[in-house]
Every structure is written in structure tokens, then in C-alpha cells.
């Protein structure tokens, strides 16, 4: 099996920056690409990106180029996103998934997520 954790998220202010981890275990990291998604109260999740096993290739949600940046560290088994001017609408749940296929723009292309990370931005 392979298990996810996320952490990082916190409560920040309007226009701060945090750095939000995945670490995986159970099997070989670099086989899979990543993903990032978000959901918050009474939404639908979210797509904000995704990055291949190699990390050459990466995916935006158009909402957050430029502003969010993901990147992998497959000698630590960790993914990453980058998280820069937050605003108060990026308050959600965060959610890193791990996909066997390959980049994905949809939660069903991913096989395992993690517990979820908390962000929240006050004004």
C-alpha cells in the first residue's frame, strides 16, 4: 500500500507564503506522478496541480499559475507545493495524491490521497 501524509498548512495572514509537504511510503515514490487538489466547505475538490515521476513535467489549474509552484524530492520521498501570496479564498483543506498513470487533472485519475492539511488566510 502506499500512504500519504500531508503537512505544513496553518493559519496565515493575506499575502503570506507556506510551504505545504507530502511525504510517501509503502513503495517506490519516483513511480508515480503527484498531484495537488483543495476543497473547501461545500465545494467540489479542487484541481491545483500535478507533477510526473520525474519531476520534468508539471500542470496548473489556470487559478494558481503563478502563485503556486510544485516540485518533488524523490530522494526523500516528498512532494511539495509552494504556496505564494495567499488570499482569503484559498482557505480549504489541501489534499496530495499520488497517481500510478501518470499527470492527471481529475481527483478519479488518482489511486491514494492523503488525510488533507488545513490553510487558513484571514484578511
Known amino acids: 500500500q502506499v500512504q500519504l501524509v500531508e503537512s505544513g498548512g496553518g493559519l496565515v495572514q493575506a499575502g503570506a507564503s507556506l510551504r505545504l509537504s507530502c511525504a510517501v511510503s509503502?513503495?517506490?515514490?519516483?513511480?508515480?506522478?503527484m498531484g495537488w487538489f483543495r476543497q473547501a466547505p461545500g465545494k467540489e475538490r479542487e484541481f491545483l496541480a500535478t507533477?510526473?515521476?520525474?519531476?520534468?513535467?508539471?500542470y496548473y489549474a489556470d487559478s494558481v499559475k503563478g502563485q503556486f509552484t510544485i516540485d518533488r524530492d524523490n530522494a526523500n520521498n516528498t512532494v511539495y507545493l509552494h504556496m505564494n501570496s495567499l488570499k482569503p479564498e484559498d482557505t480549504a483543506v489541501y489534499y496530495c495524491?499520488?497517481?500510478?498513470?501518470?499527470?492527471?487533472?481529475?481527483?478519479?485519475?488518482?489511486?491514494?490521497w492523503g488525510q488533507g492539511t488545513q490553510v487558513t488566510v484571514s484578511s
Open positions: 495524491a499520488a497517481s500510478a498513470g501518470g499527470v492527471a487533472r481529475r481527483a478519479d485519475g488518482y489511486e491514494y
Open positions: 509503502g513503495r517506490t515514490f519516483s513511480a508515480y506522478a
Open positions: 507533477i510526473n515521476w520525474s519531476g520534468r513535467l508539471t
